[in-house]
């Protein structure tokens, strides 16, 4: 079996715990404005490859990944389920630790069998959400959220350590209202091992114009670390709200 592959990173340092040899998938069917890796859309883009070609790539490096693993992410990998869940089999049959980045684009209850072939084979899930509300995550990426969050919530189920990244982008992810509502989802999540809130910023606009492509925030100033701290507290004082309602009620049925 092959999967296309846009690239290789043989020293990840922010894309799970540890050094992380990261494998970009290529194609994604979202359209996230800003994406800071549109060359990775396309599913016909990349080079063919095989999970054994990669994990050879891996060796050459394992003595400097110990303390990491192997980290998939795009474009969006669960757009080739099949392929990575061989993949992270082989991984994991060697001992490596296997994280997915992803925005669960593509999940669906329809196909959660074959992703949940690749979730076997999964020790840390990074989970992008990229809006808490469903008609401003369309405008933002070209889908609705409905499913990503019924994929986080099955994440859940299935006890699945996941760290929680979101994109605090001004004008468009950073009203205090969403920013609770977000956190008052994440209360329902037992396994959110860590989140990440990150400050928006434009550094991909040279790749955009290499690209002949137009940015789709050209007037979108970058966030401060300091503005995405304090959007970071607010998501956290949702998640408080949301397990001081969640005891309330467990306490009023008992």
């Not at 890796?37 to 060796?59: C, I, K, Q, V």
């Not at 925005?103 to 992008?128: H, Q």
Request: hydrophobic letters at 35%; a negative charge.
């Amino acid at each position: 079996m092959t999967g296309r592959i846009h690239s290789t990173d043989s020293f990840g340092t922010v894309d799970g715990p540890g050094i992380r040899f990261v494998v970009f998938f290529q194609g994604c069917p979202m359209r996230c404005r800003y994406c800071h890796n549109p060359d990775t859309w396309d599913f016909s883009g990349g080079r063919e490859t095989t999970a054994e070609e990669l994990m050879h790539e891996y060796d050459s490096y394992r003595e400097f990944l110990q303390s990491g693993g192997i980290t998939a992410t795009g474009g969006e990998p669960l757009a080739q389920a099949e392929f990575l869940a061989e993949l992270f089999s082989l991984a994991k049959s060697k001992g490596v630790h296997t994280c997915l980045d992803t925005s669960a684009g593509v999940w669906s209850e329809e196909n959660s069998a074959g992703i949940d072939e690749v979730l076997k084979y999964t020790d840390l899930v990074m989970l992008d959400i990229k809006h808490i509300d469903n008609e401003s995550h369309k405008a933002l990426t070209g889908i609705g959220n409905t499913k990503i969050l019924k994929f986080a919530e099955h994440l859940r189920d299935l006890d699945i350590p996941v760290w929680i990244r979101h994109v605090v982008v001004p004008g468009i992810t950073d009203s205090r209202d969403e920013l609770f509502r977000l956190g008052v989802f994440l209360s329902t999540l037992r396994n959110i091992k860590a989140l990440d809130v990150l400050p928006y910023h434009d550094m991909a606009k040279p790749k955009y114009e290499k690209l002949g492509m137009a940015y789709p925030l050209p007037d979108t100033p970058p966030l401060s670390k300091e503005d995405a701290i304090a959007a970071r507290e607010i998501i956290l004082s949702g998640i408080r709200s949301g397990l001081r309602k969640q005891k309330k009620q467990q306490s009023d049925t008992d």
